[in-house]
């Protein structure tokens, strides 16, 4: 299983009533006439919604057209996409949780940030309330280092030797700390991906706070380790 997710923070003054009303009402419906003439409605909405204690989670659903060739000719479907979210609040903000599943099929259009933006709209009319927030090098090197033998690789990026962009340590190389203090004196770890052993699952995180499930785990487990182990950890 390959999950992906996305945390963001609210940074407007807010109430989660007030989020709940507004996204409780959302509903946005868009006119599209296809190449046959047919006249149908592009629907976005938010479905699901429901609050537990101090977290708000949803669905964010959006139609969309699919363009494919049959036959030698241009077909257009409509398709909806879905994506999860949570609304948080933790030691003084509100952060946003988006997952986006990968689609087997086709380009999938309704991707973390997308909904991320939308729902800025949606709640404070500005696309610039919601944002993108980081975990610091210092956060992802601190992951590796109390554990080493569950990181099972580690990605290192602002490189300052001349000609190399990214350095990586994979395999047997994590084993080896010499070279591991040799890539984090020339570069800062963008991406590590590692075992959060007390829960039994692996991840990948990185800086901008992208974090991925690789394991078999349930979306509730997967949250659950976002909303109490991860959030601590962003500046």
């Known amino acids: 299983m390959v999950l992906p997710a996305k945390v963001f923070e609210i ?8 989020i709940v009303g507004k996204l409780k009402d959302f509903h946005e419906e868009e006119p599209y ?8 409605n592009l629907i976005a909405e938010v479905l699901d919604l429901k609050q537990q204690g101090d977290t708000i989670s949803g669905v964010f659903s959006k139609d969309f057209i699919r363009r494919r060739f049959y036959k030698r000719k241009l077909v257009e479907a409509p398709v909806t996409e879905e994506s999860s979210f949570w609304i948080k609040p933790f030691n003084g903000r509100v952060f946003v949780i988006v997952s986006a599943p990968s689609v087997a099929r086709g380009v999938k259009k309704l991707l ?9 709209k949606v ?3 500005s696309s610039h309330a919601i944002v993108e927030v980081k ?10 280092e109390i554990n080493p033998q569950a990181t099972k690789l580690i990605w290192f990026d602002e490189v300052d030797i001349p000609g190399v962009e990214k350095l990586c340590l994979a395999g047997s190389d994590l084993a080896d700390t010499t070279l591991y203090r040799d890539y984090v004196e020339h570069g800062k770890i963008w991406y590590v991906v590692f075992e959060v052993q007390k829960r039994g699952i692996v991840v990948g995180i990185t800086r901008n706070c992208v974090v991925t499930l690789f394991s078999k785990s349930s979306v509730e487990e997967f949250v659950d380790y976002i909303l109490e182990d991860l959030l601590m950890l962003i500046e």
């Open 11 to 18: 940074k407007e003054d807010t109430d989660l009533g007030l």
């Open 123 to 125: 709640l404070f009319i």
């Open 135 to 144: 975990i610091p090098h210092l956060g992802l090197k601190q992951l590796h």
């Open 33 to 40: 006439e296809t190449e046959n003439g047919e006249n149908i």
């Open 112 to 120: 973390t940030n997308y909904v991320a933006n939308k729902l800025s």
